[in-house]
Each structure stands twice: as structure tokens, then as C-alpha cells.
T-cell receptor, first 115, second 114 residues
């Protein structure tokens, strides 16, 4: 049981390049999330998908796009990478029922450096 | 705006010392509260959560947290820390109505010296 799988684990890009971070979960969860983690800033929500077919902006969406490809997969795209997007990116998923008390399950992260 | 505050950015303790990490939130309404731990180089893992019932919640690895509604607090405690507890700890909160995403605190880095 893999849980939440992110690829790649590491990536170095040049400013202006584009790339897509992949995320897949095998827990049949409705909701999926993308966060970035920066030192001293905690986790900040970039985009989320409450259910298959929907996506919404989080706290820091500028410079990113997402696609909920199906229930399992939720990708994050940087169209034109900037040094300010150097960060560790985490994907997470959770079940969502009648309340919001289900915990989120996290992937191992993607460490992204933009030169 | 909704926010989560963790009082200490860095905490250094010796093994066997007691731990208390503070977390305060500013939300109107019924909340769900979580503590996550991130060991060096790893992803976040759930330590414990509170959503209703007994405000004293016990989690994994001997951790517990107490929800004090009047103080908008959810402090994490452990009576005796171990070197293996060295990690970053995050408090997170969401509303228990509609669809509400998690808001994380900035984290507390705990270093336990042997």
C-alpha cells in the first residue's frame, strides 16, 4: 500500500523552464492538495481539489496550475519557473465525509530548485 | 483572517525532559485540531487529532494534547522526550462546517540532545 506517491523526488530547473509535478494516491480519497514548505513558513496551500472534477486556489496559487486527472491523480504545473518557487512541494490526500476531521496523508515531497 | 500561531520556533531539550509546545488559533466556530510531526527528511505524519469529545487527546509515541476552547489553544505535551523525538512539529486547524482546508502553523523545531 503506497499511500501518496510523488514524482520526481528532486528536480533542478532553470528560470523560465516548465515542469509538472505528479501525485497519485491509492486510498480512494476524495480530496487532494498541493502545499509548498519553506523554512520558517510552515506549509502553505497552493491548490486543492475537494473532489474529482473540481479544483480551487489556496493561499499561494500564483505561478501554478493544477489538474485533477482522475480520482487518483492530481498534478501541479509550473509554466515558467522562477527562483521564488524554489521549495519543497508536498502532495496530500484525505477522505471527506460529513465533516472535515479526517487527517491528511502526505507524500514524501519533491525538492525543487530553480536557478 | 483565520490563523494558527505556534509560540516557539525552536526548542532544545535534554532527554527525559518534559515537553510542551504551544498552539493557538483564531477561528470562529467549531474547529478540528491536528498535530503533525515531520522527522528529518521525511513527510508529515499525524500525531493526534481532536474533533469532539474528551478535550485531552492521546496520540502516538506517548504524545498528548489538550484542547482548551476558552483559550483557543491546543498544546502538545510529552512527559519525557527521547532523542528520536527530534523533529519539526506542526499544529493545524480547520473549521468543522462546509468544506474547510487546513491552516498550518509555522512549525516548531524540537532538538533533543542525548
Amino acid at each position: 500500500n503506497a499511500g501518496v506517491t510523488q514524482t520526481p523526488k528532486f528536480q533542478v530547473l532553470k528560470t523560465g523552464q516548465s515542469m509538472t509535478l505528479q501525485c497519485a494516491q491509492d486510498m480512494n480519497h476524495n480530496s487532494m492538495y498541493w502545499y509548498r514548505q519553506d523554512p520558517g513558513m510552515g506549509l502553505r496551500l497552493i491548490y486543492y481539489s475537494a473532489s474529482e472534477g473540481t479544483t480551487d486556489k489556496g493561499e499561494v496559487p500564483n505561478g501554478y496550475n493544477v489538474s485533477r486527472l482522475n480520482k487518483r491523480e492530481f498534478s501541479l504545473r509550473l509554466e515558467s519557473a522562477a527562483p521564488s518557487q524554489t521549495s519543497v512541494y508536498f502532495c496530500a490526500s484525505s477522505e471527506h465525509g460529513t465533516g472535515n476531521n479526517q487527517p491528511q496523508h502526505f507524500g514524501d515531497g519533491t525538492r525543487l530548485s530553480i536557478l | 483572517a483565520q490563523s494558527v500561531s505556534q509560540h516557539n520556533h525552536h526548542v532544545i531539550l535534554s532527554e527525559a525532559a518534559s515537553l510542551e509546545l504551544g498552539c493557538n488559533y483564531s477561528y470562529g466556530g467549531t474547529v478540528n485540531l491536528f498535530w503533525y510531526v515531520q522527522y528529518p527528511g521525511q513527510h508529515l505524519q499525524l500525531l493526534l487529532k481532536y474533533f469532539s469529545g474528551d478535550p485531552l487527546v492521546k496520540g502516538i509515541k506517548g504524545f498528548e494534547a489538550e484542547f482548551i476552547k476558552s483559550k483557543f489553544s491546543f498544546n502538545l505535551r510529552k512527559p519525557s522526550v527521547q532523542w528520536s523525538d527530534t523533529a519539526e512539529y506542526f499544529c493545524a486547524v480547520n473549521l468543522d462546517s462546509g468544506y474547510s482546508t487546513l491552516t498550518f502553523g509555522k512549525g516548531t523545531m524540537l532538538l533533543v540532545s542525548p
